[in-house]
């Protein structure tokens, strides 16, 4: 089956540095995607990989290994405005995105 | 300015009715998406259209249906066949490109009483 997996809480604090790690599994793959949602709103997108390596984005970061089916999302010098729940979804042969169920990052001043 | 937009943004509806959720886009995206969203679990696709006219069930898609009449509207209905119906609802839209990311609208808070 397929199948994302990715903490459910983490807890950072303002200034420093956290990473959100998630695997995968899927009927093939084409992409990874990583998604910001504060709570009660629409998710926003952050990131794509398709290629292995590091993606770098101002603050944020991301890492795609496809042999390993693992990502991470890294972002840098917090700021309270990033607690939110970050989603991780991977794009099946069908071009479908199977989504995670989501990691709720807190911040501590 | 471009956007997908979601209406109400709050629903109550007692058991037993039908209620339609109103998603709209003015990006010219052809394929667009409904999701459910419950606490601790991903989104999960309910119905989704990648063309006027055409649409394809989701993993999700029983007691729902929609209608995919005009390439802007992509309207939801919640059938008094749906079991758990309380959910927060998503519309998503995206581009023709592989890589291009969806496009969510706010999302619909559905309470059935």
């Known amino acids: 089956g397929q199948n994302i997996d990715q903490p459910t809480e983490m807890t950072a604090t303002e200034g420093a540095i956290v990473q959100i790690n998630c695997t995968y599994q899927?009927?093939?793959?084409?992409?990874l995607f990583w998604y910001q949602q504060h709570a009660g709103e629409a998710p926003t997108f952050l990131s794509y990989n398709v290629l292995d390596g590091l993606e770098e984005k101002g603050r944020f970061s991301s890492f795609l290994s496809r042999s390993k089916g693992y990502s991470y999302l890294l972002l840098k010098e917090l700021q309270m405005k990033d607690s939110a729940s970050y989603l991780c979804a991977a794009m099946d042969s069908n071009y479908q995105l199977i989504w995670g169920a989501g990691t709720k990052l807190i911040i501590k001043p | 300015d471009g956007g997908i937009t979601q209406s109400p943004k709050y629903l109550f509806r007692k058991e037993g009715q039908n209620v339609t959720l109103s998603c709209e886009q003015n990006?010219?995206?052809?394929?667009m998406y409904w999701y459910r969203q419950d606490p601790g679990q991903g989104l999960r696709l309910i119905y989704y259209s990648q063309i006027v006219n055409d649409f394809q069930k989701g993993d999700i898609a029983e007691g729902y249906s929609v209608s995919r009449e005009k390439k802007e509207s992509f309207p939801l209905t919640v059938t008094s066949a749906q079991k758990n119906p309380t959910a927060f609802y998503l519309c998503?839209?995206?581009?023709?490109?592989?890589?291009?990311?969806?496009?969510f609208g706010p999302g619909t808070r559905l309470t059935v009483l």
């Open positions: 990006l010219n995206h052809d394929a």
């Open positions: 899927t009927s093939g793959f084409n992409g």
């Open positions: 998503a839209s995206k581009g023709d490109g592989s890589s291009d990311e969806q496009f």
